[in-house]
């Protein structure tokens, strides 16, 4: 076989994140779920919270937990946080 087909410096297997949120239904799941995306979005893995949560990035019914989250980045000094909040809340339209 052809050196030119054997890839011997692929990449290792990404390890998708273990995911605790709370059942759909619960009335903390909003939260829970714009938390794991924001958090997600800080290590570039929001496809994966994305289907963790069954929402999209940007999803507004989460605009109310993300700007919570945007207050407590900013009362924290948290820039990346506060960087991620803002471009979900743009996302989203909601900002």
Known sequence: MSRAFVNEDHELPRKVGSYD???VDDPGFEE????LLLE?????EVSDAEVATGLRWGDARLVPSVRIAL???RDAGDDRLEQVAERYLRDAGGG
């Open 40 to 44: 997600a979005a800080r290590v570039s």
């Open 71 to 73: 207050e407590g980045a």
């Open 21 to 23: 949120l709370p059942p």
């Open 32 to 35: 829970a779920a714009a938390k």
